[in-house]
């Protein structure tokens, strides 16, 4: 009997990937564990694996196809098999999910997995506060039918769900309705839809596609839907630099890395944070919501992309765990493996330019958080300092935020701070 090769769930947000590439030959044979298939994510790729030994077979798809997860896009067996006309594009339910601690009948986590229901978002009636069908029935009737990702997305833009027309699997509202909507909604500038110009005219025209057109897509709207203020501060950061000399000096060996700027500078923005709740926030249609975790996002540059991965609960982590998790996310990210749940979930974010020889800009803010940091370069400059002129390490702090959900002063107060600890790093220890 044949085995199915599905698209597996790459996290919690990912509701379909990109077929990039088959890495066998069609009723090649292969082994259990061998990768076969690339695919795509938003900001990822990722190699499927074989699931059993045999000669793999090809379903109805070519590179370039989006597919959901779940989809069955082979199938593994005997050399003279071939994909069965009742595989299809239509993904097979899932029927594990991260509700594994609920009471479930059979048939409602079977009617559940087959609508795409959350069973979190289910009101039990059954016995002992068990779900039952007619719970998921209920829940089916009172809400569209919608992707937990669509749904946050339509939330933070002020859709009503309602008004969505779903062209997912059984009207299914999906990302994609989402983001088309909120297209529809906010008109193009005239001045971004250029009169098209002679052949001879263009150098090169790539298409929108993939990272690319998400990034264009996510700034736009970041752009056109918050209510940005930037505060520009300029920091003395010479005992800051003279403490990370010493302390890459005495820990470089030991821990298998040197600590940056970057991972002094998160820790103490991590930790601040907590002491400033109201810039680790978001902003829905009818509340400002106070963040639990602090998932701090270090923007990276990658081939193919800006990623921001973020480190989960960043204020709880010591120095040393917070540069060797960032180190490996960045490695993920140049390398196109990382996973998506990193991606998402992030509650504020850091961006640096300094590498550059940036001294300050105005970096974007990664909705749907309330703020970023962006961070230029450190350059000797001569200032003032007790009366005389002196050379000092200075770095400029530009702080992006959402007006919608903070003011100005306390904004400031948050940067100063910032620039405080970083003006006298020997504070630091009050933070660890």
Do not use: C
Not at 421 to 430: Q, R, T
């Amino acid at each position: 009997m044949s085995e199915p090769l599905l698209i597996p769930k790459l996290g919690n947000t990912v509701e379909d990937v990109t077929i990039i590439e088959w890495l066998v030959e069609d009723g090649a044979q292969v082994t259990k564990g061998q990768e076969v298939l690339e695919i795509e994510t938003d900001k990822s790729t990722f190699a499927v694996e074989a699931t059993a030994d045999g000669h793999i077979h090809f379903g109805p798809f070519d590179t370039g196809d989006v597919v959901p997860v779940f989809t069955v896009v082979a199938v593994i067996g005997e050399k003279d098999d071939v994909f069965p006309r009742e595989e299809s594009a239509a993904p097979v339910a899932a029927t594990e999910s991260a509700d594994g601690r609920l009471a479930v009948s059979p048939r409602a986590r079977q009617l559940a997995g087959k609508k795409g229901v959350d069973l979190t978002q289910v009101t039990p009636t059954g016995p002992d506060g068990r779900i039952i069908e007619r719970d998921v029935l209920a829940y089916l009737e009172q809400r569209p039918a919608i992707t937990p990702v669509a749904r946050k997305m339509a939330e933070d833009a002020g859709l009503d769900v309602a008004s969505l027309n779903g062209t997912g699997i059984g009207g299914r509202i999906t990302r994609k309705d989402v983001e088309a909507a909120i297209a529809a909604r906010a008109p193009e500038p005239a001045h971004d839809a250029p009169a098209p110009l002679p052949a001879g005219d263009v150098l090169e025209r790539k298409p929108l596609t993939g990272i690319r057109k998400i990034i264009a897509q996510r700034m736009g709207e970041s752009v056109h839907t918050t209510a940005r203020v930037t505060l520009v501060m300029e920091a003395d950061v010479t005992e800051f630099v003279a403490m990370r000399q010493r302390l890459k000096a005495q820990v470089a060996e030991e821990w298998g890395f040197a600590p940056g700027y970057n991972d002094l500078l998160s820790f103490i923005v991590a930790r601040l944070l907590r002491q400033y709740p109201f810039m680790n926030a978001r902003l829905t249609p009818d509340a400002i919501e106070t963040m639990a975790h602090v998932n701090l996002g270090m923007a990276v540059d990658t081939d193919r992309g800006l990623v921001v991965p973020n480190i989960k609960d960043a204020d709880k982590k010591s120095l040393r765990e917070f540069g060797a998790e960032f180190r490996e996310l960045v490695k993920q990210a140049r390398s196109g493996r990382i996973s998506p749940d990193h991606l998402t979930g992030g509650t504020f974010t850091i961006t640096s330019l300094g590498a550059f020889d940036v001294d300050a800009f105005t970096p974007v803010i990664n909705m749907p958080e309330a703020a970023i940091l962006g961070v230029g370069r450190i350059a000797s400059k001569p200032v003032v300092k007790d009366g005389e002129i002196v050379v000092r390490e200075m770095m400029t702090l530009s702080l992006v935020f959402d007006h919608r959900l903070v003011d100005g002063a306390p904004a400031a107060r948050f940067e100063r701070e910032i620039k405080r600890y970083l003006e006298e790093p020997y504070l630091i220890l009050a933070l660890a």
